[in-house]
């Protein structure tokens, strides 16, 4: 069975400051990955996602994250926190074996302050 | 294009009591699903349909009933509601394959007093 485990609950940055939330999942087969953002009150938007096409993937709003196999990681990063980024941070997978993008994983999430 | 839209936004039942949250999506999405959102546990799979007719059951299916008659609606009943389905629900659809982006509607916040 699939799981995420996201590291950190809340985590706090300076405005201007890189912003570095991870992730590390379970998967017997290389899975589907995607990072989500919840603003305030609002649903889940994607904001990138691994389907092996690439390791280093590009998002938007200026995030990546890389995929890094031998570590069962997906962290995401952006180089420099706005006051806009923050928000509630979900990772989750997908098994290419146990099905499609209806049944995701999810992380519990991380929640991301940005302090001016 | 609306998207997956949720009805109601908001919503209060007593202890009990029955009740269908709407979802639907004008994407023409085969797959859709139903999720719960509680404080510091992420979200969790409900019910999913991976095509009108198909239903499945998800990680936390107690309490809950799901349809699908039409590709466009998933509704969500609750059989009887019980403090412990306090949460946020959400409905999402996407297209066929693990690869795809699920789309999220806005949320149905609900109370169980």
């Known amino acids: 069975a699939q799981s995420v485990t996201q590291l950190g609950s809340h985590v706090s940055v300076s405005e201007g400051a890189l912003v570095l939330l991870r992730c590390n999942y379970s998967?017997?087969?290389?899975?589907?990955l995607f990072w989500y953002v919840q603003y305030p009150n609002q649903g889940l938007q994607l904001l990138l996602k691994?389907?092996?096409?690439?390791?280093l993937v590009k998002g938007i709003n200026g995030f990546e994250a890389e995929f890094k196999k031998s570590e069962t990681s997906f962290h995401l990063t952006k180089p420099s926190a706005h006051m806009s980024d923050a928000a509630e941070y979900f990772c989750?997978?997908?098994?290419?074996?146990?099905?499609?993008?209806?049944?995701?994983?999810f992380g519990k999430g991380t929640k991301l302050t940005v302090n001016p | 294009n609306a998207g997956v839209t949720q009805t109601p936004k908001f919503q209060v039942l007593k202890t009990g009591q029955s009740m269908t949250l709407q979802c639907a999506q004008d994407?023409?999405?085969?797959?859709m699903s139903w999720y719960r959102q509680d404080p510091g546990m992420g979200l969790r799979l409900i019910h999913y349909?991976?095509?009108?007719?198909?239903?499945d059951q998800g990680e936390v299916p107690n309490g809950y009933n799901v349809s699908r008659s039409t590709t466009e609606d998933f509704p969500l009943r609750l059989l009887s509601a019980a403090p412990s389905q306090t949460s946020v629900y959400f409905c999402?659809?996407?297209?066929?394959?693990?690869?795809?982006?699920?789309?999220f509607g806005q949320g149905t916040r609900l109370t169980v007093v």
């Open positions: 999402a659809s996407s297209y066929r394959g693990g690869w795809t982006e699920a789309f």
């Open positions: 998967s017997s087969v290389p899975p589907y």
């Open positions: 691994y389907t092996s096409a690439a390791t």
């Open positions: 989750a997978v997908s098994d290419p074996l146990e099905g499609g993008s209806e049944k995701l994983v």
């Open positions: 994407m023409n999405h085969e797959y």
């Open positions: 349909s991976v095509g009108a007719g198909i239903t």
